[in-house]
């Protein structure tokens, strides 16, 4: 079992005024964590409509099991494992059982990028690449932040298959541990490293090939 992770101080504070029942806090967090609950709940059921049926439901069952909140997890940790619970079980009564290979891409056991190019756990940012791809240090900085290159990212991330995209995305854009990922989405420590790795090898790929073109 994935080991939990202990909620913040910001956390806490946070959990206090909900119970407080703070609409504007409350209304922080939605704009904050729907988009990425939107994606998650749409893994699992037929539609974009039923995914949102499906967040409503999540903020529903947030409000009123706030009080049971313990802490053990972070917040966004609880809310994420509400919101895929929901939606597998609605997944499921809707007939819409997704296979997890299905979800996670059925490459996961083909040859992927060498593990020599990326740093290792003992390294400081363990699972991140050891060195730029070939080519990347020829462009400006400024050249590489600019928003092509960032719409080249975000369209190779929307071409993974859902479980890898969300798992980049959480990681690797909105800076989430592999704990929280893994509690989130419900996911084993190998799977969500494998899920990661391939991931970004793909990333990898597309900026490669992007930045050839160029």
Not at 22 to 38: H, I, K, N, W, Y
Not at 115 to 126: C, T, W
Not at 149 to 157: E, H, K, Q, S
Request: glycine letters at 6%; one cysteine or more; aromatic letters at 6%.
């Amino acid at each position: 079992m994935p080991t939990a992770v202990t909620a913040s101080p910001d956390d806490l504070a946070l959990v206090a005024q909900l119970r407080a029942r703070d609409g504007s806090a409350f209304m922080l967090l939605v704009e904050r964590l729907q988009p990425t609950l939107l994606r998650v709940a749409r893994m699992y059921v037929h539609s974009h409509a039923v995914a949102e049926e499906v967040t409503q439901e999540t903020w529903l069952a947030v409000l009123q099991g706030i009080d049971r909140f313990e802490g053990r997890s972070s917040l966004r940790t609880w809310i994420f494992r509400i919101c895929a619970n929901l939606a597998k079980t609605r997944g499921q009564r809707e007939g819409r059982s997704t296979p997890f290979a299905t979800l996670a891409g059925d490459d996961l056991g083909a040859p992927s990028l060498p593990e020599s190019l990326f740093q290792g756990p003992g390294s400081a940012h363990p699972n991140h690449w050891s060195s730029l791809p070939a080519d990347w240090t020829s462009f400006p900085q400024e050249r590489l932040e600019g928003a092509e290159l960032r719409r080249a990212i975000g369209a190779a991330i929307e071409a993974l298959p859902p479980m890898q995209a969300e798992v980049i995305r959480l990681r690797d854009v909105l800076g989430w541990t592999s704990e929280d990922v893994r509690n989130a989405l419900d996911l084993t420590e190998t799977n969500q490293r494998v899920l990661l790795h391939r991931a970004r090898a793909k990333v990898r790929r597309a900026v490669e090939a992007y930045m050839e073109n160029e």
